[in-house]
């Protein structure tokens, strides 16, 4: 979440710019951001919609975000001069409307470098009222490890707090509120309050009503009867219609924008970039939401619209990652990058010409937080990847080409003794290169 904003701000690592958790004082913005760079070198700067970087956005010549996560329905917005400012609709509609305004009373006569970020797809999902029924008579397919058990790897995966099985709220995750229940127990928390529903308005209220109260009367019904993986399989189908349901939103606006910038004839001469700040697990592992560092959450959505650069469909394989952003937007720009920026520009591997790029990733996870996922820091190569905990003092090692599914850490297999010296090497290296500080002494917000 915050972490990765600041990398993708800063082009360095959470243990440069000092944002390494979500919990602390917020990016320290008195060093060099992205939009500071752009601003300075007469761009027009916006940022509308979720930042979750606790402290106000800075080089920007317009903001207007979300509070922390931000709501679905009827959100506020926190304005410039500090007031917070209610907005009735959908949030992914509303961000999408903000950001299209404000491209149409920009100065016209200067670049612009507009980030238009969306609460969606984040938790609690709570689709749009028009795509509730999205999904309804559609199977989702299940993951192969959705019933992982965890064994041949760490101890501390057993220990994590976001399974569907486990720890998936009802009400809040599951929608299904305490007055639908009929007095039936349901097995697993029930924590949380049904935060979205309790922002709707009545005629709002009355539409989601009539589409998720027949499904959890019939769901309630069959409770008595179900397994224990019926219901897993059920709350499984509920989270990933929801979810979809939730995106559709958000390729909604990525279309109004992209028809704004044909209609306005700025498309050739617009970068458009589509990211995010992880990856997610949609089921893999039993999990929902995201931390830890295998694939499904390490790696991140990333797509680009560069006129005169990419080829449509093209899909490079080089391996890149957030600190490359910041650094690629300067050259596009005509900026010079600055030396502390840990990243590089990912321009050469769109052109195909990527001779020396990097062959290794380094990874950071600080933030144990409320999911009780530990700190743990890795490296991915093309085939492998080693991570370690500290906390427990273990190391993991996975094939990505035998075992892309990660089942089975090959680190005490003597047979990978030489892949796990060369890794082991070049987590080290990396961790000097990028002037990581210890394990176990890494200090921040």
């Not at 207007?64 to 500090?82: S, T």
């Not at 959890?216 to 897993?232: C, G, L, Q």
């Not at 090497?425 to 176990?440: D, G, N, T, V």
Request: glycine fraction near 6%.
């Amino acid at each position: 979440c915050g972490p990765s904003r600041a990398t993708i701000m800063t082009g360095k690592h959470s243990h440069k710019n000092g944002f390494l958790r979500n919990t602390g004082k917020g990016l320290d913005q008195s060093q060099w951001t992205l939009s500071k760079a752009l601003q300075g070198c007469g761009y027009s700067t916006a940022v509308i919609g979720k930042w979750h970087l606790v402290s106000d956005p800075i080089g920007f010549d317009y903001w207007e975000i979300l509070p922390g996560q931000g709501n679905y329905y009827n959100p506020v917005f926190k304005q410039m001069d500090g007031s917070i400012k209610k907005f009735n609709g959908y949030c992914t509609d509303i961000t999408t409307d903000k950001a299209i305004k404000w491209l149409d009373k920009r100065d016209k006569e200067k670049p612009f470098f507009l980030m238009c970020q969306h609460k969606a797809p984040h938790r609690t999902f709570a689709p749009a009222l028009r795509h509730l029924k999205a999904f309804d008579g559609v199977t989702i397919p299940e993951p192969p490890t959705l019933f992982d058990d965890y064994q041949k790897r760490s101890g501390t995966l057993a220990k994590n707090e976001m399974e569907i099985d486990r720890h998936f709220d009802w009400a809040y995750d599951a929608k299904v509120r305490k007055d639908e229940r009929n007095g039936i127990k349901l097995p697993g928390p029930d924590r949380y309050p049904t935060v979205e529903y309790r922002r709707m308005t009545k005629p709002q209220k009355t539409r989601w009503d009539a589409h998720f109260g027949p499904e959890n009367r019939a769901f309630i019904e069959k409770v008595p009867t179900m397994t224990h993986k019926d219901i897993v399989r059920w709350k499984y189908q509920r989270y990933m219609k929801n979810y979809l349901a939730t995106v559709k939103a958000v390729d909604e606006s990525v279309g109004r924008m992209l028809d704004y910038l044909d209609k306005n004839s700025l498309t050739e001469n617009t970068i458009v970039v589509y990211a995010s700040d992880q990856g997610f697990y949609l089921g893999e592992h039993g999990w929902y939401d995201k931390r830890w560092m295998f694939e499904e959450s390490f790696k991140m959505p990333f797509a680009i619209r560069w006129p005169g650069v990419t080829e449509p469909g093209s899909r490079p394989k080089e391996m890149i990652q957030n600190i490359d952003y910041a650094p690629t937007f300067l050259e596009a720009a005509g900026v010079a990058i600055p030396p502390e920026i840990q990243g590089n520009s990912i321009l050469p591997t769109l052109q195909g010409n990527a001779k020396g790029w990097r062959k290794s990733l380094y990874y950071s996870y600080y933030e144990k937080g409320e999911h009780n996922v530990p700190q743990h820091f890795g490296v991915r190569t093309e085939t492998h990847k080693l991570f370690y905990l500290p906390e427990t003092n273990e190391w993991q090692l996975f094939d990505l080409i035998k075992d892309p599914q990660e089942l089975k850490s090959v680190h005490d297999n003597p047979s990978y003794s030489k892949v796990r010296k060369q890794l082991t090497k070049e987590f080290h290296r990396l961790r000097e290169h990028y002037e990581a500080p210890p394990m176990k002494m890494a200090k921040g917000s």
